[in-house]
Every structure is written in C-alpha cells, then in structure tokens.
C-alpha cells in the first residue's frame, strides 16, 4: 500500500520486490569498486547477522551477547536507514565539507605549489569534493549505528517475541517500522514486527514478557498497526490489502524522527568553520 497522488492505492509484489530503493547507500565520487563499501562492508553483514538473531528470537531461543549486540545495532540502523534520513545525512555532509574547505583556504594558500593558482573549493570542485562529502557521510552512518550511546541500554532491556496468531488481523510494517521511545522514559518501550504474527519488543522491565502470548492479541494487533502506520511516510506492507482503508485513516498521521535538529545542524557548522577537521564531525 503506497501514497500516491494524495491517496493510498496497493498493488501485490513478491517479499523480495519491496523494501528496497536502488543505490541508497552508493557513495559517490570514489571508484566504482568502492561505491558500495557501505552497503556490502556494513550494512549487508550486519543484516546477516541480525537475520540469524531473528530466526532465535522467533523460535523463542536464548541468545548470546554477541547475537544481542548485533541484534541492538539492526534496530538502531532502522532509525536511520530510511532514504529520506540517509539524503539528510548526505546533504549536511556536503554542507559541512564546503565550510571547512572555505575555512582551510588560508592553509591552502599557504602550503600550494607556485603554478597552483586555483582556490581550495575550485580545486576540489567535482568529484573530489563529492568523494569527500559522501565518504564522510559513509562514515557518519557506520559510526551512528555501530556506536550508538544507546546500545547499552538496549542490550539490557528485557527482549520478548510475542506470539499473536489469535489475533484477527496481522500485523503490518511500513517505511517506519520501529516504534522507538525516548529511553530516558523507564515506561518506554522499543517494538517491531517480525512478521504478520510475531511482535518483537524490548522494555526496561518484563511486563511484556508476562503477557506472550498476548492476552488480547486482537488489542496488541490493532495498537501495534496505528503505531507503524502512523509513523509510515509512503509505504506499508501487509499479507494483502484487506486493511488499506486503516492505512488511509492513519499513515503519515505521526510527527517524522528528526535526525538532526537546526540547532544541531547550525552547531556543526560553525565548528566546521572554526576548526575545520572533516574527521572529528559528527551528525
């Protein structure tokens, strides 16, 4: 089910057809060779090793350190794995490498060789600047999901797979899948759907636990479903599309997770323009 001209039309593919957008993490600039470094190196691992962590926590087996760590890590990237977020990321990069380039001419003026009559920006124009911007933007993204400051406390919330076959309706997911709340909250939670029928969720406490399977599967269903689809932006998907009028009533209904704030956005800046070390920002 997709937003398309202001309304929400649905369409059937196979698993494998959704979910996906062509070159989302390619890094431009550099050499074709390393263009997806981010993608096979990172991202692909990593979703390797969460698949496995699913099918445990599915089957309702214990897993190990590692396999919660990697499993805490593919919850973080949803945060941020959206192509929406990843042109953000890519775009304050760009912005941040061309303050600190203005901000090194002085430098370049200095150090260049005599028959180097270009500026630091006219040098670098292009693909130079492009390849500098994007690695750096690469790089962001590795580090903001594989160093996350919340990975701890991820690691030592309680974990549970709820089973909610009996409910009426399956569950959906969407472009937003993750229901994420602020963890400086001892109430909240983090939730994910795993399928039509198993919900993951993680809490500072085990009242979920208590309650697998649900006790109203039909109440977690429904909840679950206005959470995820309110937070979609254009896509939800479903076994098919017996719950499109919900999606009409619901999706893009949430306020979006601002990534990066204009203050943060503004503060990075000025430190670019102050001290203009490429590796030492951060998003």
Known sequence: ???????????????????????????RGVPEAESQDLETKFLGPLDGKAALALDKLVGKEPLSTEERRQWTRFLLSLLFRQREHVATIKSHMADICREALIAS????????????TRSLVEAMAG?????LSET?????????????????????????????????T???TSDRPIVFGALSDP????????????????????R??????????????????????????EFVWGLDDADIDFVRSYIGSAADRTILSEAQRQEALAAARLSPTLGTTTV
């Open 187 to 206: 109430n909240s939670y983090i939730a994910l759907p795993l399928g039509p029928h198993n919900l993951f969720i993680a809490a500072f406490d085990d």
């Open 208 to 233: 979920f636990e208590k309650q697998s399977p649900a006790a109203d599967p039909n109440k977690v269903a429904w909840t679950m479903n206005r959470d995820v689809v309110s937070q979609a932006r």
């Open 136 to 168: 750096h933007a690469a790089k962001i993204m590795r580090e903001i999901i594989g160093q996350h400051r919340a990975e701890p406390d991820i690691m030592a919330m309680h974990w549970c797979c709820i089973d909610l076959r009996g409910s009426r």
């Open 127 to 131: 693909d130079r600047e492009l390849a």
């Open 105 to 116: 001419e002085d430098e370049w003026a200095r150090l260049r060789k005599p028959e180097e």
């Open 170 to 172: 399956p569950l959906l």
């Open 1 to 27: 089910m997709r937003v398309i001209g202001g309304d929400v039309k649905s369409k059937r593919y196979h698993p494998k057809q959704t979910g996906w957008v062509r070159d989302l993490y390619r890094t």
